[in-house]
Protein backbone atom coordinates (compact mmCIF):
# COMPACT_ATOMS: atom_id res chain seq x y z
CA UNK A 1 0.00 0.00 0.00
CA UNK A 2 1.29 3.21 -0.89
CA UNK A 3 -0.25 6.57 0.86
CA UNK A 4 -0.06 10.04 -0.74
CA UNK A 5 0.11 13.49 0.23
CA UNK A 6 0.02 17.03 -2.03
CA UNK A 7 1.40 20.03 -0.77
CA UNK A 8 2.04 23.40 -2.44
CA UNK A 9 -1.46 24.50 -3.18
CA UNK A 10 -2.93 28.30 -3.13
CA UNK A 11 -3.70 31.11 -4.73
CA UNK A 12 -1.78 33.26 -7.52
CA UNK A 13 -2.23 35.59 -9.71
CA UNK A 14 -2.31 34.38 -13.26
CA UNK A 15 1.45 34.46 -15.06
CA UNK A 16 2.69 33.20 -11.17
CA UNK A 17 4.35 30.16 -10.40
CA UNK A 18 3.52 26.72 -8.22
CA UNK A 19 5.15 23.74 -7.11
CA UNK A 20 3.96 21.14 -6.06
CA UNK A 21 4.84 17.79 -4.06
CA UNK A 22 3.62 14.82 -3.23
CA UNK A 23 5.08 12.89 -0.74
CA UNK A 24 4.80 9.44 -0.47
CA UNK A 25 5.08 6.71 2.04
CA UNK A 26 4.52 2.87 2.73
CA UNK A 27 5.93 0.77 -0.07
CA UNK A 28 8.99 1.42 -2.18
CA UNK A 29 9.01 4.80 -4.05
CA UNK A 30 10.59 3.99 -7.15
CA UNK A 31 8.75 1.10 -8.74
CA UNK A 32 5.69 3.84 -8.93
CA UNK A 33 5.09 5.31 -12.08
CA UNK A 34 3.38 8.90 -10.91
CA UNK A 35 1.22 11.29 -12.26
CA UNK A 36 -0.76 14.60 -11.44
CA UNK A 37 -4.28 15.38 -12.01
CA UNK A 38 -7.12 18.45 -11.56
CA UNK A 39 -10.45 18.35 -11.65
CA UNK A 40 -11.80 21.52 -11.83
CA UNK A 41 -15.82 22.27 -10.32
CA UNK A 42 -18.23 20.81 -12.50
CA UNK A 43 -15.64 18.72 -14.67
CA UNK A 44 -14.34 15.78 -15.12
CA UNK A 45 -10.59 15.06 -13.98
CA UNK A 46 -8.41 15.38 -16.70
CA UNK A 47 -4.61 14.22 -16.82
CA UNK A 48 -1.78 16.54 -16.65
CA UNK A 49 1.17 15.30 -16.50
CA UNK A 50 2.96 11.74 -15.74
CA UNK A 51 6.49 10.25 -15.13
CA UNK A 52 7.94 6.73 -15.60
CA UNK A 53 9.75 5.36 -12.90
CA UNK A 54 12.96 6.25 -13.93
CA UNK A 55 12.43 9.77 -13.89
CA UNK A 56 13.36 10.31 -17.49
CA UNK A 57 10.28 9.63 -20.06
CA UNK A 58 7.29 12.18 -19.16
CA UNK A 59 4.48 13.09 -20.63
CA UNK A 60 2.44 16.48 -20.53
CA UNK A 61 -1.31 17.33 -21.71
CA UNK A 62 -0.82 19.74 -24.79
CA UNK A 63 -2.72 22.51 -22.31
CA UNK A 64 0.17 22.43 -19.85
CA UNK A 65 3.14 21.80 -22.36
CA UNK A 66 5.78 23.83 -22.34
CA UNK A 67 4.58 25.91 -18.55
CA UNK A 68 4.30 22.64 -16.26
CA UNK A 69 7.48 20.32 -15.80
CA UNK A 70 7.11 17.06 -13.77
CA UNK A 71 9.51 15.91 -11.72
CA UNK A 72 11.02 13.09 -8.77
CA UNK A 73 12.83 12.50 -6.56
CA UNK A 74 13.74 8.99 -5.60
CA UNK A 75 15.78 9.64 -2.48
CA UNK A 76 13.28 11.56 -1.39
CA UNK A 77 10.28 9.69 -2.24
CA UNK A 78 8.66 13.01 -3.96
CA UNK A 79 6.94 13.90 -6.94
CA UNK A 80 6.52 17.68 -8.01
CA UNK A 81 4.52 19.20 -10.53
CA UNK A 82 6.52 22.74 -11.09
CA UNK A 83 3.43 25.22 -12.86
CA UNK A 84 4.73 28.34 -14.04
CA UNK A 85 2.95 31.08 -16.29
CA UNK A 86 -0.45 30.29 -14.76
CA UNK A 87 -3.83 30.81 -16.30
CA UNK A 88 -7.17 31.35 -14.71
CA UNK A 89 -8.13 28.17 -16.63
CA UNK A 90 -5.27 26.16 -14.51
CA UNK A 91 -7.80 26.69 -11.83
CA UNK A 92 -8.53 23.09 -9.78
CA UNK A 93 -7.59 20.38 -7.43
CA UNK A 94 -4.84 18.81 -7.99
CA UNK A 95 -4.27 14.95 -7.34
CA UNK A 96 -1.20 13.07 -7.64
CA UNK A 97 -1.15 9.32 -8.08
CA UNK A 98 1.04 6.12 -7.98
CA UNK A 99 0.61 3.82 -11.21
CA UNK A 100 2.22 0.23 -10.57
CA UNK A 101 3.36 -0.67 -14.39
CA UNK A 102 6.52 -0.13 -14.90
CA UNK A 103 6.24 -0.65 -18.34
CA UNK A 104 4.10 2.70 -19.15
CA UNK A 105 3.54 6.20 -18.53
CA UNK A 106 -0.34 6.60 -17.79
CA UNK A 107 -2.32 9.13 -19.01
CA UNK A 108 -5.41 8.04 -17.86
CA UNK A 109 -7.08 7.57 -14.40
CA UNK A 110 -8.06 4.43 -14.77
CA UNK A 111 -4.26 3.26 -15.30
CA UNK A 112 -3.40 4.85 -11.55
CA UNK A 113 -3.44 2.36 -8.47
CA UNK A 114 -3.00 5.15 -6.02
CA UNK A 115 -4.57 8.80 -5.16
CA UNK A 116 -3.70 11.42 -2.66
CA UNK A 117 -6.77 13.67 -1.02
CA UNK A 118 -5.84 16.82 -3.64
CA UNK A 119 -4.45 20.16 -3.19
CA UNK A 120 -6.51 22.97 -4.42
CA UNK A 121 -4.66 25.98 -6.99
CA UNK A 122 -6.56 29.27 -7.36
CA UNK A 123 -5.09 31.41 -10.43
CA UNK A 124 -6.66 34.83 -10.52
CA UNK A 125 -6.73 36.96 -13.20
Known amino acids: QVQLAESGGGAVQAGGSLRLSCATSGRAFRPYGMGWFRQAPGKEREFVAAIKWNGIDTVYADSVKGRFTISRDNVRNTAYLQMNSLKSEDTAVYYC??????????????????WGQGTQVTVSS
Open 97 to 114: AADRALSRIGVAASQYDY
